[in-house]
């Protein structure tokens, strides 16, 4: 038993060591790709978010220019990191647009719930039944929100917004 103890104690120090100074570290490629991502997370690439993209660039499966939010400079990082010459933005996947928000014009509200479940970083708060809002900080701008709304409440204002003129503008649409 006191045999079957200590190689136990042994075998666990060894899967410790092993486990802390020879763990496999992420590709640092996929992290620098990722970084000159713009982090919508709006899945026009075709892939769910910005972190598979990345992983598709380096690995060879996805071009680098699939990313519209990235626009044309996204385009250029990328290929200047990569080493590989500038290609046009690839308009299949849509067009860039400056940076937005969403925000829901609480008035036409209805609190159907169909705008939460499309925000990939949990942007919106409410309750079935009960006006939603939108945290701005949060919003990536990706628009996946709007198309699910029954009742058009959500509109996209642009970045350099004040938010002391969004209830202005939505006012005026």
């Given amino acids: 038993m006191l045999f079957l103890c ?14 802390r100074y020879l763990k496999v570290q992420g590709d640092p ?8 991502l713009p982090q919508t997370q709006c899945g026009q690439c075709k892939y769910p978010g910005c972190r598979p993209y990345a992983q598709a660039v ?12 990235g626009g044309e ?5 990328l290929a200047n990191l990569l080493g590989i010459t500038t290609k046009p933005l690839n308009t299949d996947f849509g067009q860039p647009s400056p ?3 969403a925000y829901i014009i609480e008035q ?6 169909k705008c939460i479940p499309p925000c990939p970083v949990d ?13 701005t900080a949060e ?11 029954p009742v058009d409440c959500i509109i996209m204002l642009p970045l350099e917004h004040n938010p002391s003129q969004w209830q202005w503008a939505a006012n005026n649409d």
């Fill in 6 to 19: 200590l190689l136990f104690a042994v075998l666990g120090l060894g899967l410790g060591y092993a486990a």
């Fill in 29 to 36: 490629l996929v992290e620098q790709i990722d970084a000159l």
């Fill in 58 to 69: 380096a690995s060879g499966e996805a071009d680098i220019n699939q990313c519209p939010p």
């Fill in 73 to 77: 400079e996204g385009v250029a990082a």
């Fill in 99 to 101: 940076p937005a928000v």
């Fill in 108 to 113: 036409d509200c209805i609190g159907c719930i």
């Fill in 123 to 135: 942007a919106i708060l409410g309750a079935s039944k009960q006006m939603h809002t939108v945290i």
């Fill in 139 to 149: 919003c990536t701008g990706c628009e996946l929100c709007v198309a699910p709304c």
